[in-house]
Nanobody, 121 residues
Framework: QVQVVESGGGLVHPGGSLRLSCTAS????????MGWYRQAPGQQREMVAS????????YYTESVKGRFLIARDSAPNTVYLQMNNLQPEDTAVYYC??????????????WGQGTLVTVSS
């Protein structure tokens, strides 16, 4: 079993910052990538940012470029998303997803339960 747990959501004023964290644990052999997605009410889930575990290549959706930063944390199997200059349109439930090979040599893509980010004055 693999567990993915997010933390760090909350309420912030426009222009403020939040840092989300995501940790994968359990029967993990090798992580290929980790990423953050978000889903606003009534909208489809979209990818926000992702990082290749080896090599460190990153991807950002256009609307967050220059404001968000995804990086590996010093803690094992942990990635964070630093979100700066948050705007009301960033309000959504943020989900962490990881692509990995488990100890049974199976490729899986487990999701976290999501953490709510609300940007409002």
């Amino acid at each position: 079993q693999v567990q993915v747990v997010e933390s760090g959501g909350g309420l912030v004023h426009p222009g403020g910052s939040l840092r989300l964290s995501c940790t994968a644990s359990g029967s993990i052999l090798r992580i290929q990538s980790m990423g953050w997605y978000r889903q606003a009410p009534g909208q489809q889930r979209e990818m926000v940012a992702s990082i290749l575990w080896y090599g460190g290549n990153t991807y950002y959706t256009e609307s967050v470029k220059g404001r968000f930063l995804i990086a590996r944390d010093s803690a094992p199997n942990t990635v964070y998303l630093q979100m700066n200059n948050l705007q009301p349109e960033d309000t959504a439930v943020y989900y962490c997803n990881t692509a990995l090979t488990n100890m049974d040599l199976k490729y899986i893509e487990p999701w976290g339960q999501g953490t709510l980010v609300t940007v409002s004055s």
